[in-house]
């Protein structure tokens, strides 16, 4: 069977998408997981576009006022670092806990070493912070500040600001970005939710095992791979061997 880093790749299985197999019961907080970290990574996405858009028609505003008028300068870049900021966090966002998601969903009886939960939890902990930040700073430049256009005299800018009048100077008018702002904020109560979820599994996991809580072999045929499943079907041959050799010569089974 072809094994990568440890990964049985036979296990890769499309089924593993449905709703059965994904919120299965039997497995510690597995369902409560998989709810998680989706609101994060889709909520951050989302929050990721808009404030994408944001950007690209502040920039483009920007570049109207000093393409047209000489020696202009369009001060925005207040917004603009907060809005890279959060780009930047809710793409960390998608790559810590959709990883987390794959291998949760593929791989739910791998065992990981001590050092990749110290980094994944670490990982989880400090986007988890990033977004926080991004949320806090956005929600007060765009509550607090207006872009201003400088280096020109104020008959220009009167003029300029009503040739070019769109987005709105004054952050907070503009329904996109308080649309991004909102969206940040939901992704990040996501991402606090999965990081504790996180925790919680693998202190679960390093306890108990990463297998289903009371499963049985019988149980499990649908969703164990095939070399798994013949490994413990050997196990359970072998006691059985066992313990015929043992049973007195003669004697009868009950």
């Not at 202009?72 to 998608?94: G, K, P, R, W």
């Amino acid at each position: 069977m072809p094994v990568v880093l440890g990964f049985e790749l036979n296990e890769l299985s499309f089924k593993a998408f449905s709703s059965k197999r994904m919120f299965d019961r039997r497995w510690h907080l597995r369902r409560e997981r998989f709810i998680a970290y989706q609101v994060a990574m889709l909520v951050g996405l989302a929050a990721e576009c808009t404030a994408t858009y944001s950007l690209a028609k502040y920039e483009d505003l920007q570049g109207l006022y000093e393409n047209n008028y000489t020696g202009a300068h369009f001060y925005q870049n207040d917004l603009i670092d907060c809005e890279i900021s959060t780009i930047v966090f809710c793409v960390l966002v998608a790559c810590v806990f959709g990883a987390d998601f794959f291998f949760l969903l593929q791989f739910p009886r791998q065992r990981y070493p001590l050092w990749y939960q110290i980094c994944k939890k670490t990982a989880a902990v400090i986007v988890t912070l990033g977004i926080l930040g991004s949320a806090i700073a956005s929600t007060i430049i765009i509550a607090r500040n207006t872009a201003v256009l400088g280096h020109i005299s104020d008959e220009l800018v009167a003029e300029a600001r009503v040739r070019f009048h769109h987005p709105p100077w004054e952050y907070r008018t503009w329904s996109v970005n308080i649309a991004y702002i909102v969206q940040l904020w939901v992704a990040w109560v996501g991402c606090v939710v999965s990081t504790v979820l996180m925790f919680l599994a693998a202190n679960w996991d390093a306890a108990n095992g990463p297998g289903p809580v009371g499963g049985d072999t019988e149980s499990l045929r649908g969703t164990m791979p095939a070399s798994r499943r013949k490994l413990v079907a050997g196990d359970s041959t072998a006691d059985l061997n066992a313990d015929q050799a043992m049973r007195p010569i003669g004697a009868r089974e009950v």
